[in-house]
């Protein structure tokens, strides 16, 4: 999350073999270029993370990451997505991705179940 944030509180789901989930709640100093567009009451004062921290977390700078790293990832991009997915009808707000791009229902329903573009 880029700037600096206030009060965070974290949450973090272990996966022997695949690595960490953090669901991360805090107040950030900045918010991701897409939603400085916006109203605030469109995405709301609080951010909400959610992070896969693989094993080897320099893995996710190779240009070729190991086969246990692609695996990995393959099985925890669909459960980051059900994560945001049950916690937007709590929370409401805008969903941006580690891109920078805002994600809509039906991608963010897509990523849950697997499925990308």
Known sequence: MPGSVVAPYELVARFEYDGDVRL???R???VATVLERMSW???GPFAYAVRWEPPEPDELLAEQPSTPHVIARGRIAPLVARTVAA???AVGGA???DG??????AEL???AHGRTR
Do not use: E
């Not at 920078?100 to 229902?105: Q, S």
């Open 95 to 97: 969903v941006v991705d």
């Open 41 to 43: 009451r469109d995405h």
């Open 109 to 111: 329903a897509a990523r």
């Open 87 to 89: 916690l937007m009808p």
């Open 28 to 30: 950030p100093a900045r």
């Open 24 to 26: 991360t709640f805090s």
């Open 100 to 105: 920078g791009f805002l994600v809509g229902p």
